[in-house]
């Protein structure tokens, strides 16, 4: 697809006309900008929001820039959108420091690798820093809040409504959203699409009308449903006064109207607002979406029911004390600009940090492990490491092209036969920083290359018996593969082979009977090793290992050196106890 920047002038003109007089410089326009991708303008003003391009109060644009063109899919392009909807707030919006073209410009950057022209993103630093602009900056600053008060935003774009045609070119605000959640489809062709994805699982769809004021009584209980059993049963939203055709086909005569669907077939049609039969029913068709696994019958807490958040290593050590270590390396203008990036983010926040050089940084890092030598890596690796726990960043790489960054810092701790030790340690917390974003999952969990990069980075670090540190973000890695891919493996199954599965399994069990110091490296071997087993097949090559390994005896036997540890009951008697007895 083609992305196009579309540039606005919020001073009609007037810029260009008095900026040199009142500024001391020509500033050619007041720049209002948007990312057009797909027959769809983004623009972030009140949050983020997609409208028809060029149907806003502002007009056409100025100009309609291309940018290049992205190959992701729009599905992976909504969920980066997601994590910036956490960051491009109303709140957050700031005319200077955090405004459209700060959007623009990390979207941008996402979607084909690089920003925006730099002439438009310095643009309000260039107005604060003439004596005009510093005497004005309060003044508008409080115009700005004002607006943001009585219109949602500086522009009002977001309290606009245009006719829907579809349900892509339809206006709605961005928001962070569960992992699971309603869709809202706006044809036939969309929902066929749903069925037929939902076939070996079950769907629910509600059928509701702008005018119908039973229906919106429902919807905050539709959505908590969508939240809870979303992982199991698409929940779809369907607008008879917009989606016709789909009204017709189910001959839908009045709202609410339900219909339920099982492994692909229509199940059971009803109307009315009956709060309890919905309830009641989302909890069957999530019952009989997947079938009884005996493990979901057993005690235990940490991993029923539970979607865990990442171990995450968000610390960051003084900067400038740490890329002293590379001398000269760090004037680098991409290191510089990443190191300005973290100490902003961390000062002021995310909305006060607009996404540094990336390409620019990528580059250097993968330069970094022969220019660099191997005992001051590390510290290039932590800055990465540190960077990596802001989602647009490590969304960024997620979706780099083979993901050739990641992979070449992986291997020069694997292929490095002594490895040192800081280098280890910041490699293990930098790939555990990845999953900051949910559009790393799955290249690490599928792409083979990066999987067993990482695979084999976590074999080799439970081997070190000198540093529980290591051994610790060794286990706090392998929860965040094995919980995503348990995750996963209750959803559509495994994402993770076998062969891979075996080989992490025996790994963490012989890290287990080897821990004797740190209780939390053991706990963290335990997390990984429950959310490994948890609900896994019951026929296959790995619970024949978990039992030919004894992993039951293994478990309990770290008892009488760690007793504090309720983790060794649960996951040793109850999940590779009864969990791994044959029938």
Not at 69 to 79: H, Q
Not at 101 to 119: K, R
Not at 172 to 197: F, M, N, R, Y
Request: charged share 20%; aromatic share 6%.
């Amino acid at each position: 697809m083609d992305v196009h920047l579309l540039v606005y002038d919020l001073s009609n003109g007037l810029a260009r006309q008095m900026s040199r007089n009142l500024l001391g410089f020509q500033l050619d326009a007041i720049y209002h900008t948007s990312i057009e991708l797909g027959g769809i303008e983004y623009v972030y003003d009140g949050g983020i929001n997609k409208i028809q391009p060029g149907t806003s109060h502002l007009g056409k644009p100025l100009q309609r820039l291309p940018l290049g063109k992205t190959e992701l899919p729009m599905e992976v392009i909504n969920e980066y959108l997601q994590s910036l909807a956490e960051i491009y707030t109303p709140e957050a919006y700031d005319l200077f420091r955090h405004n459209c073209n700060n959007f623009s410009n990390d979207f941008c950057t996402f979607l084909v690798g690089n920003g925006i022209p730099e002439h438009i993103s310095n643009m309000p630093q260039a107005v604060l820093d003439s004596p005009f602009g510093r005497m004005l900056q309060p003044h508008i600053t409080q115009m700005v809040e004002q607006r943001k008060v009585q219109r949602g935003g500086l522009l009002g774009i977001n309290n606009q409504t245009i006719p829907r045609g579809n349900s892509q070119a339809s206006q709605s605000s961005i928001k962070p959203t569960p992992t699971s959640s309603v869709t809202t489809i706006g044809s036939l062709q969309e929902l066929d699409k749903i069925l037929e994805a939902a076939k070996t699982s079950c769907a629910i769809v509600f059928f509701t009308s702008a005018t119908c004021g039973p229906c919106r009584q429902l919807y905050p209980l539709y959505d908590a449903l969508a939240a809870e059993h979303g992982s199991r049963v698409a929940f779809v939203k369907v607008d008879t006064s917009q989606a016709f055709d789909v009204g017709q086909r189910y001959s839908i005569s009045a709202t609410p109207t339900f219909i339920t669907f099982i492994h692909g077939r229509q199940a059971e049609q009803w109307m009315g607002a009956d709060a309890p039969r919905l309830r009641g029913t989302a909890g069957l068709l999530a019952q009989m979406a997947v079938p009884g696994h005996p493990h979901r019958l057993l005690k235990l807490p940490h991993f029923q029911n539970t979607q865990p958040n990442p171990v995450l290593y968000t610390r960051v050590p003084p900067l400038p004390k740490l890329l002293a270590k590379i001398g000269s390396k760090a004037d680098d203008s991409s290191v510089q600009g990443v190191k300005h990036f973290i100490e902003t983010r961390s000062a002021e926040g995310p909305a006060q940090a607009p996404l540094p050089d990336l390409p620019g940084f990528s580059a250097f890092l993968r330069s970094a492990v022969t220019d660099i030598p191997k005992d001051a890596l590390f510290t290039v690796v932590d800055l990465f490491r540190c960077a990596l726990v802001d989602p647009r960043l490590s969304g960024y790489f997620a979706e780099e092209h083979d993901h050739k960054t990641v992979i070449t810092l992986l291997d020069a701790v694997n292929n490095e036969s002594e490895c040192p030790y800081a280098l280890r340690l910041v490699t293990l917390q930098m790939a555990c920083n990845l999953f900051s974003s949910h559009l790393y999952v799955e290249p690490i969990l599928g792409h083979e290359p990066l999987r067993s990069a990482v695979t084999q980075l976590l074999s080799s670090s439970f081997l070190d018996d000198s540093h529980s540190n290591v051994r610790v973000a060794a286990s706090s890695l392998l929860f965040n593969v094995a919980s995503a891919n348990c995750h996963r493996r209750e959803e559509a199954g495994d994402v993770i082979p076998e062969s891979d599965q075996i080989e992490l399994a025996a790994s963490v069990l012989e890290a287990i009977s080897q821990e004797n110091d740190s209780s939390d490296a053991l706990h963290g071997m335990l997390l990984a090793l429950g959310f490994l087993a948890y609900c896994m097949p019951l026929e296959g090559d790995l619970i024949d290992l978990l039992r030919s390994m004894d992993a039951q005896g293994t478990v309990l036997a770290k008892k009488k050196q760690f007793p504090d540890e309720s983790l060794i009951d649960e996951v040793g008697r109850e999940l590779l106890g009864k969990g791994l007895a044959k029938k």
